[in-house]
């Protein structure tokens, strides 16, 4: 006998990750309409693997510190930006579908003003994107599928940037987006300070850093 689960049947925590196997194209999208836009959870799918995960408080402050940082730099360096957030990025044709923790169209950022939408058969993919890694594993291989630049991970209290070479991500010591920055150690070290002396003085200090790094 086969049964049939409605999705507002299956309850996932906080700090819990479901996976279903075998869904379609069609069915990733029945799934996303009926979740609907506001939600809490998120969403990853890849060549028929689909993963839901409810995240952690401990994953939330972490990507918005690192997301708070990107904006610093971006700001503090006079770079233009649009932010897209936890935007579904979909491209049917390569069955992947991905919702970052952050992403940010940087290179690309006067191409989407305004834009409300985001449909990559016309529109780039974001330049930056961020996955904070607590309770699960980022799908890189559906980054990789939509064209992604440059993606940050972190997990485990590591920091990793990875570039798109060739369709294949490569871990790389610097930010191309911020070329002769020390990002990785900087952003870790703040994060520190943030889980110890607050979220303020993380951003303060980062900032601070950032003032005194560039002046020389």
């Not at 939330?60 to 579904?88: H, R």
């Not at 290179?107 to 890694?133: C, F, H, S, W, Y």
């Not at 300070?193 to 607050?198: A, H, N, S, W, Y």
Request: with cysteine; net charge negative; charged share 25%.
């Amino acid at each position: 006998m086969v049964f049939t689960l409605q999705l507002r049947q299956i309850e996932v925590q906080p700090g819990q990750h479901l996976t279903l196997r075998e869904i379609t194209w069609d069915n990733f999208e029945a799934i996303l309409r009926d979740m609907g836009e506001h939600r809490a959870t998120r969403v990853a799918y890849y060549q028929g693997c689909l993963e839901i995960k409810m995240p952690l408080p401990e994953h939330e402050k972490a990507k918005i510190l690192i997301g708070e940082f990107v904006k610093i730099l971006l700001d503090e360096l006079g770079l233009d930006w649009e932010p897209y957030g936890s935007t579904t990025f979909k491209r049917p044709e390569m069955a992947a579908g991905i919702e970052p923790d952050d992403c940010f169209y940087i290179q690309n950022a006067a191409r989407m003003v305004g834009k409300q939408r985001v449909d990559l058969a016309t529109d780039p993919p974001p330049d930056l994107a961020i996955e904070v890694d607590v309770t699960s594993t980022t799908q890189i291989d559906a980054y990789a599928a939509l064209g992604v630049p440059e993606l940050w991970r972190y997990s485990n209290g590591q920091l990793q940037i990875f570039v798109l070479q060739s369709g294949a991500y490569l871990p790389v010591e610097t930010s191309p987006t911020f070329p002769n920055l020390p990002v990785i150690e900087r952003i870790l070290q703040f994060l520190k300070i943030g889980e110890t002396t607050g979220a303020t003085a993380a951003r303060r200090g980062f900032r601070q850093w950032l003032h005194s790094y560039v002046r020389g």
